[in-house]
């Protein structure tokens, strides 16, 4: 069964720090990852895909990487924000189902 | 933002009672989910559709069922609710499935509590 961890479940940092968000799953024959954005009382926001043959992905101020053979992502936030305060989720496919097993999050908070 | 309406978004119900939700899409897309959202549980699969009349059964599907009569609408029907369904409840729409690379697409959510 495949399990996606993310640590630390929380994370506060000063306005303009540079921060990482870890995902790590087990089963290293996924299809893609992605990452994801929840605001309090919203639905889920798509940041990034990485497909299972790309390394890497960007996007403005955040870039997500994948390294498959060690089952791990990180997501890169550049000169954070206080509004880039959410919860981050990363999410993997599968290979045998047409579904997403998603990790537990990291909830950001970036303080001015 | 993809064209995804839930309703109701809350909802106060009985144990015991039925309960339907629905999930409204206007972008056509192929693939319709239902997740739901508990502490310490992450998101997770209850049931999905690939097509009008195709469903099937993800991981947390026991006191679910689903309907799809249309491609726009997916119901979710909760037959007799118990407290621990108690939970937010997440529709989601994919074109296709994951190994095209299209992303997935989540609803506002609808928050339901059984008591």
């Known amino acids: 069964k495949q399990e996606v961890t993310q640590i630390p479940a929380a994370l506060s940092v000063p306005e303009g720090e540079n921060l990482v968000l870890n995902c790590s799953f087990t089963d290293s024959a996924i299809y893609n990852l992605q990452w994801f954005r929840q605001d309090p009382g919203k639905g889920l926001t798509s940041l990034l895909l990485?497909?299972?043959?790309?390394r890497e992905q960007t996007s403005g101020r955040l870039n997500a990487s994948l390294d498959k053979s060690s089952g791990r992502s990180t997501l890169y936030i550049a000169a954070s924000q206080p509004g880039d305060s959410a919860t981050y989720l990363c999410?993997?496919?599968?290979?045998?189902?047409?579904?997403?097993?998603f990790g537990t999050g990291t909830r950001l908070q970036v303080t001015l | 933002d993809a064209g995804i309406t839930q309703s109701p978004r809350h909802k106060v119900t009985e144990t015991g009672t039925p309960v339907t939700l629905r999930c409204h899409q206007t972008?056509?897309?192929?693939?319709m989910y239902w997740y739901r959202q508990d502490p310490g549980h992450g998101l997770r699969l209850i049931h999905y559709?690939?097509?009008?009349?195709?469903?099937d059964k993800g991981e947390v599907s026991d006191g679910y069922s689903v309907s799809r009569s249309k491609t726009e609408d997916f119901l979710l029907t909760l037959e007799s609710a118990t407290s621990s369904q108690t939970s937010v409840y997440f529709c989601?729409?994919?074109?296709?499935?994951?190994?095209?690379?299209?992303?997935?697409?989540f609803g506002e959510g609808s928050w339901l509590t059984v008591v």
């Open positions: 990485i497909q299972s043959s790309q």
């Open positions: 559709s690939y097509g009008v009349k195709d469903t």
């Open positions: 989601a729409i994919s074109e296709s499935i994951a190994i095209s690379g299209n992303t997935i697409y």
């Open positions: 999410a993997v496919w599968l290979p045998t189902a047409s579904k997403l097993t």
């Open positions: 972008e056509n897309h192929r693939y």
